[in-house]
């Protein structure tokens, strides 16, 4: 078992992970080894201290430099669940269950909101993970919506897996040249089941399917951790970053505004911190 797991790899991922490491604690980081797509996609970063005028590309390659000269490893996974086990959490990551005694959450935010019965329907017809749940639709008719790019790795997967898929990508640039994908351009407004069968309506439209996967890069922090309170989206915390479960901290951008590296540094520095403590009080 971990004293703590990270999950997420944007600034206060980052930085959480970073200090821990110096601190000698044993954590466990789970996230995308391509770190955060918020700090891929920066053009211009003119207010981090002791940065002028920065890329988010070359931000990235300072952060991966830190993080390779600590000898730190990220397990490149998606967290699917996050469950209280009384005396510690278990982590999940599709058919992987990952064990600690406190977690971090640094999620940054949802890249789009959960449209109508999403969120109703989640494991009923809806999933967020193509590897946990793809083999439910094996030689079945699929509908993936997908917020960005470095998902259509995932959605080829499931096209070897199904027998039709529905791709709906919300991003330009699409790379998906299958027999069995066909490609529709919309925005999804709502999701909802009848007779066992997903229906996903479009502005001018209305797909059926058997099940419909939503890839995206952060998903709402509730719905990941049951019980975990939060308000107007963001996860609520105190000023050492605890939240209103024992043992788990926040940080980043999931805590609320303003969307900055700067904050995220600070509040994942602080969030390891206190975990530290925490783990001490446990003794």
């Known amino acids: 078992m971990y004293e703590t797991i990270i999950i997420?790899?944007?600034?206060?991922?980052?930085?959480?992970?970073?200090?821990?490491?110096?601190?000698?604690?044993?954590?466990?980081?789970?996230?995308?080894?391509?770190?955060?797509?918020?700090?891929?996609?920066?053009?211009?970063?003119?207010?981090?201290?002791?940065?002028?005028?920065?890329s988010g590309k070359e931000m990235k390659e300072m952060f991966i430099k830190q993080i390779?000269?600590?000898?730190i490893e990220i397990l490149d996974k998606q967290v699917t669940g996050v469950y209280d086990l009384s005396t510690h959490?278990?982590?999940?990551?599709?058919?992987?269950?990952?064990?600690?005694?406190?977690?971090?959450?640094?999620?940054?935010?949802?890249?789009?909101?959960?449209?109508?019965?999403?969120?109703?329907?989640?494991?009923q017809g809806v999933s967020y993970c193509a590897t946990c749940d793809g083999f439910l639709y094996r030689g079945k008719d699929i509908i993936v919506v997908s917020s960005s790019k470095e998902f259509e790795h995932e959605a080829k997967y499931l096209a070897s897996l199904a027998n039709k898929v529905?791709?709906?990508?919300?991003?330009?640039?699409?790379?998906?040249?299958?027999?069995?994908?066909?490609?529709?351009?919309g925005m999804p407004k709502k999701?909802?089941?009848e007779n066992k069968k997903m229906y996903l309506e479009l502005k001018d439209s209305k797909l059926e399917a058997d099940g419909i996967f939503m890839l995206k890069a952060a998903i709402s922090p509730a719905v990941l951790v049951p019980g975990l309170e939060a308000a107007e989206g963001h996860i609520v915390v105190d000023r050492q970053m605890k939240t209103n479960l024992n043992g788990v901290f926040a940080a980043g951008d999931c805590t609320g505004r303003p969307y900055?590296?700067?904050?995220?540094?600070?509040?994942?520095?602080?969030?390891?911190?206190?975990?530290?403590?925490?783990?001490?009080?446990?003794?």
């Open 260 to 283: 900055q590296y700067a904050k995220a540094v600070g509040e994942g520095n602080v969030a390891a911190h206190s975990v530290v403590n925490y783990l001490n009080n446990l003794k």
């Open 68 to 71: 390779n000269d600590m000898d």
């Open 166 to 185: 529905v791709y709906i990508p919300l991003y330009k640039d699409i790379d998906m040249d299958l027999a069995n994908v066909e490609i529709i351009k």
């Open 8 to 54: 997420g790899t944007g600034a206060a991922g980052i930085s959480a992970a970073l200090t821990l490491k110096q601190l000698n604690k044993d954590f466990l980081w789970i996230g995308t080894k391509n770190l955060s797509y918020k700090i891929n996609s920066a053009e211009k970063i003119r207010n981090y201290p002791g940065l002028s005028n920065v």
């Open 89 to 123: 959490y278990a982590v999940l990551c599709g058919q992987d269950t990952y064990e600690a005694k406190t977690i971090i959450l640094a999620l940054g935010v949802e890249s789009i909101k959960p449209v109508e019965g999403e969120i109703e329907l989640l494991g």
């Open 191 to 193: 999701i909802s089941k």
